[in-house]
């Protein structure tokens, strides 16, 4: 089924992330298999906000966070759990916001260009089953305003995800 998002990026940031979490609502479908609304979910946030650079999902399976759907250039397909922003999130099972990467002890640089970042755990019930990346070439360009609506759209993203019925693949 053809897709579309509409995208208004004279609304404020506040109305951009809930135009697009009400859209979300509609564009995932229980129905459809979870890799193709995890990559429509990526795909939404890319298409949505200019200053990001990169957004993926890496899955957590074991000590090791995998490469999963994405946009943006290619990128590091392993992170060991507790390593990077990504592993830390994982480990810790929160949001982490760095507003400068250089300033980020064990930062994990897939892109060269990428300055700040932020990272929020994806849940299946209490696990964290995934870390939501973003990346921008811009400084400070996360806040708490991103981390609230991309806890709440990671939190319709669970509802999603469970044991026993979907499966990756
Ligand atoms: N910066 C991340 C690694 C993933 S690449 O940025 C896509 C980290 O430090 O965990």
Redesign the pocket.
């Known amino acids: 089924m053809a897709e579309s998002l509409f995208v208004d990026k004279s609304l404020s940031l506040d109305e951009q992330y809930e135009n697009l979490l009400k859209q979300l609502k509609s564009l995932l479908v229980k129905e459809d298999n979870l890799l193709s609304n995890l990559s429509n979910f990526v795909a939404s946030i890319k298409q949505t906000f200019s200053k990001v650079s ?1 957004v ?1 999902l890496y899955f957590l399976d074991g000590n090791n966070l995998y490469l999963g759907p994405f946009q943006g250039k290619i ?2 397909t392993n ?1 060991a759990f507790g ?5 830390n999130s994982a480990k810790d099972k929160k949001i982490i916001i760095v507003p400068d ?1 250089s300033k980020f002890e064990g ?5 060269s260009g ?1 300055k700040s ?1 932020i ?1 929020v755990p994806v849940f299946n019930e209490e696990k964290v089953f995934a870390v939501l ?1 973003i ?1 921008s070439l811009e400084y400070n360009s996360f806040d708490k305003t991103d981390a609230k609506y991309l806890e709440n759209m990671c939190n319709f993203l669970s509802t999603f995800i469970s044991n026993n019925t979907n499966k990756i693949l």
């Not at 390593?83 to 592993?87: N, P, R, S």
């Not at 930062?107 to 892109?111: G, Q, V, Y």
């Open positions: 990169w993926g990128a590091c992170i390593e990077g922003v990504c592993g990467i930062h994990i640089a897939c892109d990428t970042e990272v990346d990346d």
